[in-house]
């Protein structure tokens, strides 16, 4: 590099060499931020489809006083929980979850002729929801149960 | 020119930018996602309901299919009888149920679904 009285003089090919590897620096920390974004965003989003789903599988296996953890129905004649077989007023019963992470939007059941039931939970907004489906049978009737799950 | 430090010369900087944009190039990696957990738990729902409560006849069980999932393709398999329903694909979740009836008769039904 000469100096000058003037200040720096560079070569043009130094010059040009040079904006081309701030280029490419440039270039390859931004694309490596863009990555380290998405990763971070589909982490939480496998958080929340893993806690919906634990969630969803809980209500339809289970049976618990407290009914967003277990509402399937209890056969008092066999003595066991019947999987996938639900009440209606049980899941009319169905409260919200603590957690610090995601919260139960609502639950909602549809059955083959278009009837639809929802039960309302929460009244929260959030930006980030899911929902997670699984097959009952309430009142005789094959439905399709919804579970809507949030980012806190 | 006489000096010293480092001059980078053209050369070097286009292989630097030759070498960028192949690291820059590579495919993102998939994000891991449970859709197919979720399939396969549909179908064991299913077929959990079907075992309870009877085996349903064949339309019976193309019309829950349909209700369970919608406009996805799939197939069932009831002894060895294969119904297909919907669009067919290479890549398909499946499950199978192989259960007693009251006669003591075996039965085993295959449900496939197409993603």
Known sequence: MNTTNRGFAFSLDTAFSSLLIFAMLFLATSHFNTESETALKSVKEFGLWKNGLFVADSLVKNRSENKILGAASFDEGKRRVMENKLELIDIQGVTGIDSNEFF?????????????????????????????????????EIGLLGVVVCEM | MKCRGISPSI?????????????LSTPNAESPGLQDLLIL????????????EGIPEINEMKSDFKFAFGNKGGKIEVNGRVVLIGPESKEAISAQMDFFDWNLGKRKVVLTVFK
């Open chain 2, 41 to 52: 738990q549909k179908e064991h729902d299913l077929m959990r309901i079907w075992a309870r």
């Open chain 2, 11 to 23: 050369e070097a900087a286009l292989s630097l930018l030759v070498l960028t944009a192949v690291i």
């Open chain 1, 104 to 140: 139960v939007k609502n639950i909602s059941i549809s059955f083959k002729n278009g009837r639809k039931e929802v039960v309302e939970i929460s009244e929260k907004n959030a930006e980030s929801c899911i929902s997670v489906e699984r097959i009952v049978t309430v009142e005789n």
